[in-house]
C-alpha cells in the first residue's frame, strides 16, 4: 500500500464550485504539505503544516484554506474554484529533520471549466 | 527575490554516457539542497541531498556536487539508461526550518 494517498485522483468541476482534495499518510510523519505544479513553473507551496495545531501559508495561498483532521490527514479546499487553479495537486510528507526529505503522494489532476 | 534556475529545455543524451544537470540559485543561502526524480503523471521522489559544507555527494551512478561560490549544484548520472529517463527537480531548503523550494526541472531523454 502507498505510504501517501490522494483522492480523488481526477478531478472536473466547475467556476464556482466548492472542491475538496483529501490527502492520508501511513508514514508517521507530523510534517504535511500540499504543492500545485504548472507546466514551466513547477512546484509551489500552498499550505503546509508542522502538526496537527500548526498550520501555515505557503507562497500562493490565496484562494485555498486546508484542514489537518489528524496527523494523518490533511485536507485542501477550493472555496469556489476557478479556472487558473487548474493544475496538478501533490500532498507531501517528511519527518522532523531540517533537512529531511519529502515523500509525495500520486497526484490529483483537478480541472476546473 | 530568491530563484532557481533549472534548464527548461531536454536534455537528449545517448545511453551509457554521462548526463549532466545544472541548478543554479541566486538571492539565496541554502543550508542544504536535494534532488528528486519524477515520473509522467507521478509524484517526485527523493535521489539525493547534499550540505552547504559537502563538496561531492554520490549513490551508486549518481553524483551531485555543490558550489556555494558559484550558486551552483551540478548532478550527474553515469552510464545512462532508457530507463532514467524522466524529469529531475533540485530543491533548496534553509537550515533550522524544513520547507524546501523547488526548480522547475529539467527532462533527461537517454536515447538507446
Known amino acids: 500500500d502507498a505510504d501517501v494517498t490522494q483522492t480523488p485522483r481526477n478531478r472536473i468541476t466547475k467556476t464556482g464550485k466548492r472542491i475538496m482534495l483529501e490527502c492520508s499518510q501511513t508514514?508517521?510523519?507530523?510534517?504535511m504539505y500540499w504543492y500545485r505544479q504548472d507546466p514551466g513553473l513547477g512546484l509551489r507551496l500552498i499550505y503546509y503544516s508542522f502538526d496537527v495545531k500548526d498550520i501555515n501559508k505557503g507562497e500562493i495561498s490565496d484562494g485555498y484554506s486546508v484542514s489537518r483532521q489528524a496527523q494523518a490527514k490533511f485536507s485542501l479546499s477550493l472555496e469556489s474554484a476557478i479556472p487558473n487553479q487548474t493544475a496538478l495537486y501533490f500532498c507531501?510528507?517528511?519527518?522532523?529533520?531540517?533537512?529531511?526529505?519529502?515523500?509525495f503522494g500520486p497526484g490529483t489532476r483537478l480541472t476546473v471549466l | 527575490s530568491q530563484k532557481i534556475e533549472q534548464n527548461s529545455e531536454a536534455l537528449n543524451i545517448q545511453e551509457g554516457k554521462t548526463a549532466t544537470l545544472t541548478c543554479n540559485y541566486t538571492?539565496?543561502?541554502?543550508?542544504?539542497l536535494q534532488w528528486y526524480r519524477q515520473d509522467p503523471g507521478r509524484g517526485p521522489v527523493f535521489l539525493l541531498l547534499?550540505?552547504?559544507?559537502?563538496k561531492e555527494k554520490r549513490k551508486e551512478r549518481l553524483k551531485v556536487t555543490f558550489d556555494t561560490t558559484l550558486k551552483q549544484s551540478l548532478f550527474h548520472i553515469t552510464a545512462s539508461q532508457p530507463a532514467d529517463s524522466a524529469t529531475y527537480l533540485c530543491?533548496?531548503?534553509?537550515?533550522?526550518?524544513?520547507?524546501?523550494?523547488f526548480g522547475t526541472g529539467t527532462k533527461l531523454q537517454v536515447i538507446p
Open positions: 507531501a510528507t517528511s519527518g522532523r529533520g531540517p533537512s529531511d526529505e519529502q515523500f
Open positions: 538571492n539565496y543561502s541554502p543550508a542544504y
Open positions: 547534499i550540505r552547504e559544507n559537502e
Open positions: 530543491a533548496l531548503g534553509s537550515g533550522g526550518y524544513q520547507k524546501v523550494t
Open positions: 508514514k508517521g510523519h507530523d510534517r
